[in-house]
């Protein structure tokens, strides 16, 4: 039987958060998306493949920062590349640095649907940019959405404090659903500018679902039909499922594309990357301006994790290393004859219980994720993980015999 962590740091300065910042933190961040008494809340450190935790405890962190840590925290290759850049450059000026253009070189070479870029910070930034270059090239109004875009007006779930008018023109679909996706194309002739969908299906709380055949091939050809952009939202698959994201390991090259998280390892920052004719409405006819976009510290990060990754054949390790895991993790949840159910091999892996009418399966998540948190392995109950190149085979290893171990806790238990 693990044992309850050792939490009080954590509670402490959540209680003290609460005073300070609505919530004591953003929105995934707080207790209730993991289990509130069992997780850690505030984390100390980090190195590698793990996380330490404001009380000591030590974790393997397989959740990633929800997806930047590509290769594992405090890379020295990318950090003294980052130090560097402050040292002997800066960072923050009033017109641009070359560094702009080397990036811009490497990605363009990278990204099949990359004729042009755009760099900025955030996934919501490169989202809702993606939808204003798609209306100005269009001049067409609507949106359709398959996916997680972000924080913004036109895709946030939670509506207070949004007027209805800055979303009612977005619609949504569902992964794998082409026919689902035809009738609104149909329903919204002649009107549709821009349908964004993540190219592996991974709403939160939700399995990870891969591309039928034909489902990405068709909705191109869909949006072409209808004169609508396709843009691929690769926030999480860019820089993970191949160095050229999912549209070059399905075969599949959008008009435009969007990527953030594992393209710098941590530093901020995201970019749209789209058809030449595109891209260019933004010489004249559309614009986009930030005082922190053309900030160089993230692009000098970018540029060295790209780097590494390419070098030293990163996603390939990432790669073997996940089906590994998950053919362990598959063989523990058959044997469990639990109502369990494992998706996102190999590079996003998650555990997720059948949902049924009596709601048992909640019991179960949290019964679960409480087992395996004991055992100090980070994973999220409402959202997949992920697995970093400093995760060893070992690390992995030990985190499916953790999963294994909670599940048979729970099994006893049921
Ligand atoms: C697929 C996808 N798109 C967009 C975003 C928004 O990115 P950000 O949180 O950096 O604004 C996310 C964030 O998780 C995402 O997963």
């Given at each position: 039987m693990a044992e309850h962590l050792k939490l009080d740091n954590s509670e402490r300065l959540y209680k003290e958060a609460q005073e300070l910042i609505p919530g004591g933190m953003m929105g995934i961040r707080r207790p209730y998306n993991f289990v509130p008494g069992e997780y850690p809340i505030f984390f100390d450190s980090a190195k590698g493949g793990k996380v330490t935790d404001a009380d000591g405890n030590e974790y393997l962190d397989m959740l990633c920062a929800y997806g930047p840590i590509i290769i594992g925290h405090r890379e020295r290759e990318i950090d003294a590349a980052v130090i560097k850049q402050i040292k002997e450059k800066g960072f923050c000026m009033s017109i641009v640095q070359e560094i702009q253009n080397t990036l811009a070189k490497k990605v363009t070479a990278l990204v099949p649907s990359a004729e042009k870029v755009v760099f900025c910070k955030t996934g919501s930034d490169a989202t809702t940019l993606a939808g204003r270059i798609a209306r100005s090239f269009t001049g067409k109004a609507k949106i359709i959405r398959c996916g997680y875009h972000g924080w913004h007006d036109w895709c946030v779930?939670?509506?207070?404090?949004?007027?209805p008018k800055l979303y009612e023109d977005t619609l949504e679909f569902h992964y794998n659903d082409l026919q689902g996706l035809e009738d609104l194309l149909k329903a919204h002739a002649g009107d549709v500018a821009l349908i964004i969908m993540t190219p592996i299906g991974h709403p939160n709380a939700h399995e990870v679902e891969m591309p039928r055949p034909g489902f990405l091939e068709g909705a191109k050809k869909l949006a072409e039909q209808h004169g609508a952009v396709l843009c691929f939202d690769e926030i999480r698959t860019g820089f993970r499922v191949s160095l050229g994201g999912a549209q070059k390991f399905f075969g599949v090259t959008p008009h435009m594309s969007v990527f953030g998280k594992a393209m710098a390892n941590g530093y901020e920052i995201s970019m749209v990357a789209g058809r030449r004719d595109i891209m260019d409405v933004l010489v004249s006819k559309a614009f986009v301006s930030s005082t922190?976009?053309?900030?160089?510290l993230a692009m000098v990060g970018s540029l060295a994790t790209i780097n590494m990754l390419e070098r030293d054949g990163i996603l390939d390790v990432i790669s073997k290393r996940g089906h590994a895991f998950c053919k362990k993790v598959r063989k523990y949840v058959k044997a469990s004859g639990l109502p369990v159910t494992f998706t996102g091999e190999p590079w996003m892996p998650y555990i997720t219980f059948d949902k049924e009418d009596t709601g048992r399966y909640k019991k179960l998540r949290t019964a679960f994720y409480t087992q395996l948190i004991r055992r100090r392995v980070f994973l999220q109950p409402y959202h997949h993980g992920y697995v970093c190149y400093r995760h060893s085979s070992k690390d992995l290893g030990h985190a499916a015999d953790m999963i294994a171990e909670s599940l048979e806790e729970i099994r006893k238990g049921t």
């Open positions: 779930e939670q509506k207070g404090g949004v007027l922190y976009f053309n900030n160089t």
